[in-house]
């Protein structure tokens, strides 16, 4: 299953909301996880089964969808969610999208 | 409290066998539902997942690398082992463990990873 994020790459400010989209090459019901990852860092989970948040993962992070089309919404960008983002589906297999990287606008 | 740390070579010659050893604490891999996957990730590009080893055995790989990639776990030692043969220097990467609960269970997502370990394939 392949999975496909838009965009590549985002330019946003503290306090925008911010949109990040992940496409299944197939359906894979509710399957689906994101991560944050800061550079030199492991990635941290932030959503799993489409939109339950991670204990500890603040609240202005937010899932949506199923089947093949899912998003990962930021309400109010805040100064540490600078980073880059992955979607994995664990349908089958387990494979992550290319990732989205959010920089300062 | 659950940690994973990898170990292993940080430089190893083409055509070689790479080895890494995931030793992790707080979890039993003979848990129902406990997991460990690899995954990797080249310097500045996207990660992705190696294989995965579940409690009961069950191990799941790659579909583009099960021929050069075995993983093993030995429960006593709470330790998980990945072979990768041929090793290419497109293999450099770093090298993460995690820790996961199956879907099954409601959970699937990688929750806790290892700091990560920088393999270097070169002559």
């Known amino acids: 299953i392949q999975m496909t994020q838009s965009p590549s790459t985002l330019s946003a400010s503290v306090g925008d909301r911010v949109t990040i989209t992940c496409r299944a090459s197939?359906?894979?019901?509710?399957?689906l996880a994101w991560y944050q990852q800061k550079p030199g860092k492991a990635p941290n989970l932030l959503i799993y089964k489409a939109s339950t948040l991670e204990i500890g993962v603040p609240s202005r992070f937010s899932g949506s969808g199923s089947g093949t089309e899912f998003t990962l919404t930021i309400s109010s960008l805040q100064p540490d969610d600078f980073a880059t983002y992955y979607c994995q589906q664990y349908s089958s297999f387990r494979t992550f999208g290319q990732g989205t990287k959010v920089e300062i606008k | 409290q659950i940690t994973l740390k990898e170990s292993g070579p940080t430089l190893v010659k083409p055509t070689q066998t790479l080895t890494l050893t995931c030793t992790f604490s707080g979890f039993s891999l003979s848990t129902d539902g406990v997991g460990v996957g690899w995954i990797r990730q080249p310097p500045g590009e996207a990660l992705e997942c190696l294989a995965h080893i579940f409690y009961n055995g069950d191990k799941y790989y790659s579909p583009s690398l099960k021929s050069r990639v075995t993983i093993t776990k030995d429960t006593s030692k709470n330790q998980v082992v990945l072979t990768m043969t041929n090793m290419d220097p497109v293999d450099t990467a770093t090298y993460y463990c995690a820790h996961m609960v199956g879907q099954w269970l409601g959970r699937g997502a990688f929750d806790y990873w290892g700091q990560g370990t920088l393999v270097t394939v070169s002559s």
């Open positions: 197939q359906s894979i019901s509710s399957e």
